[in-house]
């Protein structure tokens, strides 16, 4: 499923809705947009999603759509449910808005304030294959009680800890990284730069490349080996926060040669 695929009808068709002095609707050099697209944001409910429990043992399935603004920081704001599900399937559609940090639309070249929105499939099936392959299914660390506020912090008493003892995290990097062929082709590698926040779950959301990274498939092929990795979380104020991470991943053409025959592909939302 592609979220943004009606996107500009639904923007066409609820103008009224959203009138609002200095919102743009659809006249915008650029949609949102997060790092990775649609995979990525596949991947992150894949992930996040938790399903409320009465829904799921009644087998309740559909989408709840989220009319928001996103502004030109790349906040969600003003959040509103325009399809619903449940109330505890609405609820859980808007806290998942809330934790995505988008790429703001421009107009002119400025950064503006626009209308848009999201949908989040609620499907059974799916969800119980995700908890398979992620490992829980309300929340992985319960040490301490999770922050609930949507807050980023870059220092805390405790540290993200990465969640494998056979493995330091850059050695899980380049077991999982697979050379994308396109970039092998064209001789490309380099340093890449990326940020990406370790939530309460002590999965990873937000994976951004910064500067623009490489090209040849290298951007989604971080994107996608960072977003294999498991955490236990950090600690603040006794409580499990996000964090966000900054790591300098390398795309050297001398290590092509390191058998990652191993490495996971997850074929997000299948």
């Not at 992985?140 to 009680?145: E, R």
């Not at 949507?150 to 899980?172: D, G, H, I, L």
């Amino acid at each position: 499923m592609f979220y943004f695929k009606r996107l500009f009808l639904l923007l066409v068709f609820s103008t009224s809705l959203w009138a609002q002095k200095g919102v743009y609707q659809f006249n915008v050099d650029n949609f949102p947009s997060i790092d990775g697209g649609n995979q990525e944001i596949k991947r992150f409910l894949h992930d996040h999603l938790i399903y409320p429990a009465q829904e799921l043992k009644e087998k309740k399935e559909g989408t709840v759509r989220v009319f928001f603004i996103v502004t030109k920081s790349g906040k969600s704001e003003q959040l509103k449910i325009n399809q619903t599900l449940s109330p505890a399937c609405d609820k859980e559609a808007l806290r998942l808005v809330k934790l995505i940090e988008w790429q703001p639309s421009h107009k002119g070249g400025t950064a503006v304030d626009v209308n848009f929105s999201l949908d989040v499939p609620f499907s059974v099936s799916k969800y119980k294959k995700a908890v398979k392959q992620r490992g829980f299914d309300s929340t992985l660390h319960t040490d301490f009680p999770s922050d609930t506020g949507f807050s980023v912090y870059e220092t805390a008493e405790r540290m993200p800890v990465f969640n494998n003892t056979e493995q330091t995290f850059p050695e899980f990097v380049y077991a999982q990284l697979q050379y994308p062929d396109v970039a092998m082709r064209q001789n490309i590698e380099g340093n890449m730069n990326v940020t990406f926040i370790i939530e309460p779950d002590g999965m990873t959301s937000n994976i951004k490349i910064l500067n623009g990274g490489l090209a040849g498939g290298c951007n989604d092929e971080a994107i996608r080996v960072i977003g294999l990795s498991k955490w236990i979380p950090a600690l603040r104020d006794k409580k499990q926060v996000r964090y966000r991470m900054h790591f300098t991943m390398k795309f050297s053409l001398k290590n092509t040669f390191k058998d990652n025959a191993n490495g996971t592909q997850r074929n997000w939302g299948q």
